[in-house]
């Protein structure tokens, strides 16, 4: 009884952290409408300011608390709203989203940069130095006493900001109808301020407490967000109450799976993705009609002609030869897994853009197919690469099982989740045996990944598993171009437009959704298997949440419905940055932001940059010019190259210096062509014609045919 009671206040105390975080976030979601998936990344932010003041440059530790919350958090937050936030909060939610994943990926390379991983950084707990008192057999540390005694401030004083002043009353009524609020005499982007800087300092005090009892590491104490949104969770995202109720069960299931898990080579890694097991749990038990819904911003997803389908799909193969080419060993190493991960990312199409399903845990699924390659594949086996695919798909599939039930932030969360598990925990086991067949995912280290053999021939090389890898590629894209153009793409589209919709007009949901899961996990398994055959040796750290965050990003920023979308981010995640490091090594901390930055900067172009890319390079393609003129001048390039007479970065170069020009030579050209041959009835039409005009006030176009029925769908 005596364990029970200490290992009780050790549970409490936790959970007396869980719920300041946790009544952080649900303070600024129920005031702001916006899930701030970066909230514990801001709350780590403070512990490590708060280490470099008080260890780092010994000030006092009174002076640094008011610098961290009085100071640095509410300008952080100030940040934060005016820059990042506010040019998205008319967009969708998926967009808003995106934005708090980018600044989650982005705050933790900031630190990895200010603040080297390989340092330990041990904080003391406060009043260290003086006697615990004892309750009952209990011993309970000033730090604990502390923690629970500002838990209970930060409840009493919520309680008292939202209920009984014109502030809380302001804000709660902003996230309802802000336009209303603002003609009532109130301020929302105030409300919206404030909200951003209480739910910041809530988030910081609780990174300052958690800090001495925890490593002091940027993804850990990122993650440890994972227990404070089960507490969120548990309040519904707008309960404080019941997020305080929720965070007492976090933090006493912890402690006492701590106290009382017995010992066994297969559950200490329960122990720590327990809280995301309890995530996924609440997010199933729990009603969350309030999220549910459809997107307020829908965008159309552009349907891809065949013909510019196998163009592109035969430029992925020649960029892809073209690499293998001239790139020397240790380049095709470094740049090698531009088409693997492009596949990666190519399952978030129809996933995402098709079904607008949010999934954060495809890196997970391939490290499944990674796993599965490396046990079945050992010897290069075809038709290993084959089942991996499918146990992929399989997993995928388990997931659409809880997708029935949520959906936007809420998916995410439990996708999120889902990664957690996967790599705190499954990832982690050690070999066991399932119907009689022994299983060893990545045996507690790592694996060896091989090769395919491919009609006789063992593909092991650098450059042949880089061309290998690009033919999957443009065949995942043509099968994907094939999909958009099926009627079960046109089902997916409708799904992700309106489920309530899809479904009354006779769609079945959990097909829909259970074949769309399982079809992108596939493809993100085939992107995995792919991807440990280039690293020939991989690990459950290459695939966890974290990893796959960045990919998320510049799929997002590519666009998810462009199927050109794989291998913009293949290209864009492993080419610049490995580029930058090798020409400039004191750069590596800087363009880890890279793509968290460029996740910030979705706002401006919400479409993605490929549609943009395509309006741009389309005038090369038509032109019966200067398209023979760049494949060419590449092709004497690249001759030069095996020549030996250039080196690779001169061959870039000389890439670059004929494509930028003949692209705006061709494009000048077509618009000449366009002008001395246009119709002047037909020049002279109106392009921006509303959609009940189509076909009187200009010509009918084959493309009005699906803007008219969005446009009767929409209402």
Sequence with gaps: MDQFITFGIVGLSTAAIYAVIGSGLVLTYSTTGVFNFAHGAAGMLAAFSYWQFTVGWGWPVPVALVLVLLVLAPAFALLVERAVLRPVQALGEAERLVMTVAMLSGLIAAARWIWDPNVARPLPTFFADRKPFHIGPATVTWHQAITMAVAVAVAIGLRLLMYRT????????????????????????????????????????????????????????????????????????????????????????????????????????????????????????????????????????????????????????????????????????????????????????????????????????????????????????????????????????????????????????????????????????????????????????????????????????????????????????????????????????????????????????????????????GIAGLGGALYGMQLQSISATQFNLVAGLPIFLVAVVGGLGAVGSGLFTGTAYVGPINALIAIAPWSQNAVALLPGLAGVGLGRNPDGVVPTLRTEWAPVARDWIALPALVVGIAAAWVLRLADVINGWVFCGVALVLALPLRGWAAARQRALLAASADPVEAAEPEDVPVEWLGIRRAWRPEDEEVLARGIAAG
């Design 166 to 521: 014109r502030t809380g009353a302001e804000m709660r009524a902003t996230v309802d109808d802000r336009a209303l609020v603002g003609l009532a005499g109130a301020r929302p982007v105030r409300a919206n301020q404030v909200a951003w800087i209480l739910g910041t300092q809530l988030a910081a005090i609780g990174g300052i407490l958690i800090a001495p009892t925890v490593t002091l590491d940027a993804s850990q104490l990122s993650l440890l967000i994972v227990s404070a949104y089960t507490a969120a969770v548990f309040g519904r995202l707008r309960s404080l109450p019941m997020t305080f109720v929720g965070a007492i069960v976090v933090g006493c299931m912890e402690s006492y799976l701590a106290g009382y898990l017995p010992q066994n080579a297969y559950l200490p890694g329960l122990r720590l993705a327990a809280p995301a097991l309890l995530l996924f749990a609440a997010l199933l038990a729990f009603p969350h009609r309030r999220l549910r819904g459809r997107d307020r911003r829908l965008r159309q997803i552009p349907v891809p002609t065949m013909g510019g389908t196998a163009l592109f799909a035969l430029a992925v193969v020649a960029f892809g030869v073209v690499l293998a080419a001239v790139l020397s060993p240790p380049d095709l190493i470094t740049y090698g897994p531009i088409f693997s991960l492009g596949v990666v990312a190519l399952s978030y199409v129809p996933l995402a853009g098709y079904a607008g399903q949010i999934s954060l845990c495809q890196l997970s699924m391939a490290g499944i197919g990674a796993v599965v390659w490396a046990h079945l594949g050992a010897h290069g086996a075809l038709w290993a690469l084959a089942v991996a695919v499918l146990v992929s798909a399989v997993a995928g599939a388990l997931i659409a099982l809880p997708a029935l039930r949520l959906s936007g932030v809420y998916l995410a969360l439990g996708t999120a989740a889902f990664a957690v598990v996967l790599d705190q925990w499954i990832f982690t086991l050690p070999t066991f045996k399932l119907f009689g067949v022994q299983i060893g995912l990545f045996d507690q280290g790592s694996v060896t990944a091989v090769g395919p053999d491919l009609f006789g021939l063992h593909l092991d090389s650098e450059s042949q598993l880089m061309v290998f890898a690009a033919v999957c590629l443009a065949l995942a894209s043509i099968g994907v171009a094939l999909l958009r153009r099926s009627r079960f793409g046109r089902r997916l589209i409708a799904l992700r437009d309106s489920e309530a919709a899809y479904a009354t007009l006779g769609g079945n949901l959990l097909l829909a959704k259970a074949l769309v899961f399982a079809l992108a996990s």
